[in-house]
């Protein structure tokens, strides 16, 4: 084993979920900055035109990157299985697995996307004047998808081998490869919006290279040429995948329905709520950090059919983040406006989102809990249950909570709606993790995926 890798399946379960933690927040806080850079360049080389284009084409990448860190949860869980009962060839025909589907995936989505890109454009509203430049941003984004597939799945294996520190490596050159050539190629060789795709699978691309020859001269993940696998394989992968990245959607989709209650209460609440929601990116980093570290821990754990380190875990991991989002829920209810401030000037605006942060600021360990508890469930592999948790939390719960709770209670009924959702769905993931069947998802999911089955 790697000396970056740790064991889950011995030793004190919370020094090793903290010590494996840091470095996947510290990559999701890369992964944010990374998602800004484009737009602060764009915005302040090519105005608010190409700003405009660059926003509505990012929401269609932000969609498909959705979608494959859905299907990357699925790989987590079995490779993290598979690692976790020290299945060496299983470890090693599950990843060739991956490897094709997921490749043969990247190559067709980015084949539609390409031709597609002008009718999803429309689909959305794109205004005319901006079209041709969100077109063809959109066009550059979709030809370099592998790299963006690439890349993400690179992290996803090293994390379920128990490597959360190197993947940092390649988010970090990602990031400052994307500063340094966005201005280079927008301005400097006077390529526009389509300079900032460029750099953007310029960089993804170099990440993804090095974090392929890193993961087999120096991880010693066991990579080869992808030949066509098992028909179980085919079969996990989109019983697990599917509805992983469908989770991702759900998501991503039941935010912009929020936004139509935002967009009813004026300019200065969207504004507010924009700025706040940077803010909430933030703040939920914890507890996405947290979610996919336990997915691991718990995985490696099922997979040595150590059920008693599975119970502790979730245990521990939602100890933790109650702790943690309490601390971050009082920093921001007394620094509420300081913090929003960093983004807008405008007292309305500031102080609707003030507002805002201060009403749902101690809602948010009940937000952590959902993700660490979440976390396990898809550890076993029970992902079809996760995505229907994530369809009750955002559809049956958080938008009509919010639509009702703004009718009622104004501007501030929209954090009291996202609040008592928070709550709700908590209690919801609770009573699934005591009394659902995930263990046996997970006990099967481990025979199909052993090498002793082939």
């Not at 850079?37 to 915005?43: E, N, R």
């Not at 509805?243 to 969207?270: N, Q, R």
């Not at 952590?368 to 939390?393: T, W, Y």
């Amino acid at each position: 084993m790697n000396n970056k890798q740790l064991d889950f399946t011995e030793g004190s379960i919370t020094k090793k979920m903290v010590v494996f933690s840091w470095p996947i927040f510290l990559s999701n806080l890369l992964q944010t900055s990374y998602q800004i850079t484009d737009s602060l360049w764009v915005g302040n080389l090519l105005g608010a035109s190409a700003l405009g284009a660059l926003s509505i084409s990012a929401t269609v990448v932000f969609m498909v990157l959705s979608f494959i860190i859905g299907l990357n949860g699925a790989t987590l869980t079995v490779l993290s299985q598979r690692q976790g009962a020290k299945d060496e060839a299983g470890l090693k025909a599950s990843l060739n697995a991956f490897v094709f589907v997921l490749g043969l995936l990247a190559i067709l989505l980015g084949l539609i996307g390409y031709f597609s890109a002008s009718s999803i454009l429309q689909l959305l509203g794109t205004p005319e004047e901006i079209l041709p430049l969100a077109e063809s941003y959109l066009k550059i984004n979709f030809i370099g998808i592998l790299f963006l597939f690439g890349y993400n799945f690179i992290g996803t294996v090293l994390r379920a081998m128990g490597d959360s520190r190197s993947p940092v490596r390649f988010i970090f050159i990602a990031v400052i490869l994307n500063i340094i050539l966005d201005p280079l190629m927008i301005a400097g060789f006077n390529l526009g919006i389509d300079g900032a795709a460029y750099a953007t699978i310029v960089s993804q691309g170099t990440a993804f290279i090095y974090g392929l020859i890193y993961s087999v001269r120096k991880a010693g993940v066991p990579f080869q040429i992808p030949y066509v696998p098992e028909k179980r394989y085919f079969f996990v992968l989109f019983k697990l995948g599917l509805p992983a990245g469908l989770s991702m959607i759900t998501i991503s989709s039941g935010v912009t329905a929020i936004l139509s209650v935002v967009t009813s209460f004026g300019e200065e609440a969207v504004a507010g709520f924009g700025a706040a929601q940077r803010l909430d990116s933030l703040i939920m980093l914890p507890a996405l950090t947290l979610g996919s570290a336990v997915n691991t821990i718990a995985g490696q754990n099922i997979g040595a059919n150590k059920w008693e380190r599975v119970r502790a875990t979730a245990k521990q991991g939602v100890m933790l983040i109650i702790a943690v989002t309490l601390f971050i829920g009082l920093v921001t209810f007394i620094g509420a406006q300081f913090f929003i401030r960093l983004f807008v000037r405008d007292d309305a605006t500031v102080a609707f989102g003030a507002m805002y942060i201060q009403t749902i600021a101690f809602f948010y360990p009940f937000l952590g809990i959902n993700f660490v508890l979440n976390g396990i469930v898809r550890a076993s592999g029970a992902m079809f249950p996760v995505l229907l948790l994530n369809i009750i939390s955002f559809w049956v719960l958080r938008y009509p909570l919010t639509y009702w709770m703004s009718d009622l209670f104004g501007e501030r009924g929209i954090a009291l709606g996202m609040g008592f959702a928070f709550v709700v769905s908590s209690l919801i993931a609770t009573g699934y993790y005591f009394l659902g069947n995930w263990r046996k998802v997970g006990e099967e999911l481990a025979q199909k995926t052993g090498h002793s089955k082939v």
